[in-house]
Antibody
Framework: QVQLVQSGAEVKKPGASVKVSCKASGYTFTGYSIYWVRQARQAPGQGLEWMGWINPNSGDTNYAQKFQGRVTMTRDTSISTAYMELSRLRSDDTAVYYC?????????????WGQGTLVTVSS | DIQMTQSPSSLSASVGDRITITCRASQSIRSYLNWYQQKPGKAPKLLIYAASSLQSGVPSRFSGSGSGTDFTLTISSLQPEDFATYYCQQSDSIPWTFGQGTKVEIK
């Protein structure tokens, strides 16, 4: 069965960087893109925010403008794992970060999600 | 960016009720509209894709409709496990954007 398993919770100081991993299993890793979505924790029902995606086959990436210059998405096909690194962390980056599987060549949904990784930014 | 607006933001309903959630896009997104269900502490789960296609394994009491800018998610007979927050998401234009969510609570 398809699974995306993410790395554990992180606590970081403002200005630091965090790198979250997402290990895929149960399907051909290079056949789908990995998307990253975050959900802030400051208020109940905080919405979902798309950060970008990586095509594991080519390594091509596409980042949301809001995160350009601060986010880097990479992958290691030998271990079917994608990574999202966010730098120059601020307190408002405190959120649960999700990876999700989605199509590479069409405008489709995110059909499988990781369990989420809580990143807390605090001095 | 395409803005997605859901209504209502929350609703109270009873088991067995029929409920409808609306999602409106700020411009046409054709049929590139997906619905997700999220329970506390869990990742979102895909329910409906391409406006009206039921994801494999999702009960048939869930249905979606619409195209262009106006979409609906309907639960025909609310079950105890359906109390959750529901999000719409457009996959027509980058950046992909989500609605703010509709929390379905027990009356």
């Amino acid at each position: 069965q398809v699974q995306l398993v993410q790395s554990g919770a992180e606590v970081k100081k403002p200005g630091a960087s965090v790198k979250v991993s997402c290990k895929a299993s149960g399907y051909t890793f290079t056949g789908y893109s990995i998307y990253w979505v975050r959900q802030a924790r400051q208020a109940p029902g905080q919405g979902l925010e798309w950060m970008g995606w990586i095509n594991p086959n080519s390594g091509d990436t596409n980042y949301a403008q809001k995160f350009q210059g601060r986010v880097t998405m990479t992958r290691d096909t030998s271990i079917s794992t994608a990574y999202m690194e966010l730098s120059r962390l601020r307190s408002d980056d405190t959120a649960v970060y999700y990876c999700a599987r989605g199509p590479t060549y069409s405008s489709g949904p995110f059909d499988y999600w990781g369990q989420g990784t809580l990143v807390t930014v605090s001095s | 960016d395409i803005q997605m607006t859901q209504s209502p933001s929350s609703l109270s309903a009873s088991v067995g009720d029929r409920i409808t959630i609306t999602c409106r896009a700020s411009q046409s997104i054709r049929s590139y509209l997906n619905w997700y269900q999220q329970k506390p502490g869990k990742a979102p789960k895909l329910l409906i894709y391409a406006a009206s296609s039921l994801q494999s394994g999702v009960p048939s009491r869930f249905s979606g409709s619409g195209s262009g800018t106006d979409f609906t998610l309907t639960i025909s007979s609310l079950q105890p496990e359906d109390f959750a927050t529901y999000y719409c998401q457009q996959s027509d234009s980058i950046p992909w954007t989500f609605g703010q969510g509709t929390k379905v609570e027990i009356k």
